[in-house]
């Protein structure tokens, strides 16, 4: 395979910029999504960076998407927002929603909010991440199309339903836990299916209801929740919180960004920010939590592992590297960026 390119972070930045702006997106609106995709990509989660912005132009440039949106905050408490993203795009909503649960945090110790008549909105972690970022606790749940099929059931329900926690951690890098409440991704499946190789054992059944490593199958079929029945319990409260509790779709009704033609997708995000500094004294905290990952290092490490990491760890040097290097892409996707209107990727890493 070959060597990916490495793409400036700034570089990648702009080029988003102008493929969503060459497809109707306002340029202040296209910076926040351009922005949201970059962090992703920054900590190493590709699939969930400008790789989403394909079906992003897509549903664009089909009207499933509204380029414009005029998204509407409403209260029923201070400290709680609604925001009606207006079937805009997801990175825009989420990125709105978790700025106004940490504003409400600085004057009342905890801020929330529900964002509904959403779409896909790339990493979780992204939106919990900006919480940290303001000494916040961040914590933030999303529902997706129905793809996974709760314990014991041989049918989808609930989506991929990602869930998010970000602690700031002092002088080290932010604990950030960013995971799908099933196995896999459905992103991380077609990247295994576009690349030719098989999914772990255990992500999905296929059509016929039985266990597969065969992506195409896996598509064809049901994702699993992770760990049985506690990942199915986990899988469903992200769909209550996100959903249920915020007035959008839930229940497998949401809709697939990449396929819905009947009408919006309608993804529910629910974003919780509270002060680190809530309950004791910011120094206090700040020394117990560098202790805490001391503390976690400090152990011996097992077979097969260099040493004990903790959540965010490993994304926070991968992001330190892109910074300095720049984004590894493959040419592929260059090639399809380039032609969704980001012509300065060619310029920037390839000129």
Known sequence: MPEPIRIPADVARDAAVD??????????????????LIAADLRGIDTHGLACLKDYVAALDEGRI???????????FPWAATVDA???????????????????????????????RSNHFGAAGVYAAMAAEKGCIGIVAANASAVAAPHGAATPLLGTNPLAVAVPAGNQPPLIIDMATSEGSRKKVRKALDEGRPI????????????TTDP???LKGVMLPFGGAKGSALCLLVDVL???IT???????????MTNQERESGNGHFMLAFKADAFIAEADFVRRMEEEIARLRALPAAAGFDAVAYPGERSAKKRADRLASGIPMSAALIDGLV?????????????
Not at 247 to 257: D, I, K, M, P, W
Request: glycine share 18%; charged share 15%.
């Open 247 to 257: 007035g959008a779709e839930f229940g497998g009704r949401v809709l697939s960004v």
């Open 19 to 36: 493929i969503l702006a060459a497809h109707g997106v306002p340029a202040a609106q296209a910076a926040q999504v351009a922005a949201a």
């Open 66 to 76: 509204k380029a414009q949106p005029k998204i509407a905050v409403t209260r029923r």
């Open 86 to 116: 207006d079937n805009g795009l997801g990175p825009l909503a989420a990125s709105e929603g978790m700025r106004l649960a940490v504003e409400a945090a600085e004057s009342f110790g905890i801020g929330a909010a529900a964002v509904i």
């Open 339 to 351: 032609a969704l209107g980001g012509g300065r990727l060619l310029s920037g890493g390839r000129g």
């Open 242 to 244: 996100a959903g249920v």
């Open 200 to 211: 772990p054992a255990g992500w999905a059944l296929g059509p016929d209801g039985r266990p």
């Open 216 to 218: 195409a199958a896996a």
